[in-house]
């Protein structure tokens, strides 16, 4: 099993900043990809920014250019932060993780309890 701790978020100004961390823990062999989703009311999640063990990450385009997703890969842990987000970011956001428990082992997907996150001033 994985657990997560997911902080950050709650209300942000569209002029301000947004950031999201969130750190799994478990009998964790490798955490090959980490990221973060979002779901608004009535829509369905969608990808915001992914995350390799070798840093190489994706970012959906409505966030390219002002989002930045990093990772500590000792603790297993990813930060989101997002400059001048929008009132359509509002969404609850949910940290992911593509795990394996040991070496040559299978992998599985994992979702963190989601954090809200509300845009407007």
């Known amino acids: 099993q994985v657990q997560f701790v997911q902080s950050g978020g709650g209300l942000v100004q569209p002029g301000g900043s947004l950031s999201l961390s969130c750190a799994a823990s478990?009998?964790?062999?490798?955490?090959?990809?980490m990221g973060w989703y979002r779901q608004a009311p009535g829509k369905q999640r969608e990808l915001v920014a992914t995350i390799t063990e070798g840093n190489i990450t994706n970012y959906a385009d409505s966030v390219k250019g002002r989002g930045t997703i990093t990772r500590d890969n000792a603790k297993n842990m990813i930060y989101l932060e997002i400059n001048s987000p929008k009132p359509e970011a509002t969404a609850v956001y949910y940290c992911?993780?593509?795990?394996?428990?040991?070496?040559?082992?299978?992998?599985?997907?994992?979702w963190g309890q989601g954090t809200q996150v509300t845009v407007s001033s």
């Open positions: 992911n993780a593509h795990v394996q428990f040991r070496l040559d082992g299978p992998k599985y997907i994992y």
């Open positions: 478990g009998s964790i062999f490798s955490v090959y990809i």
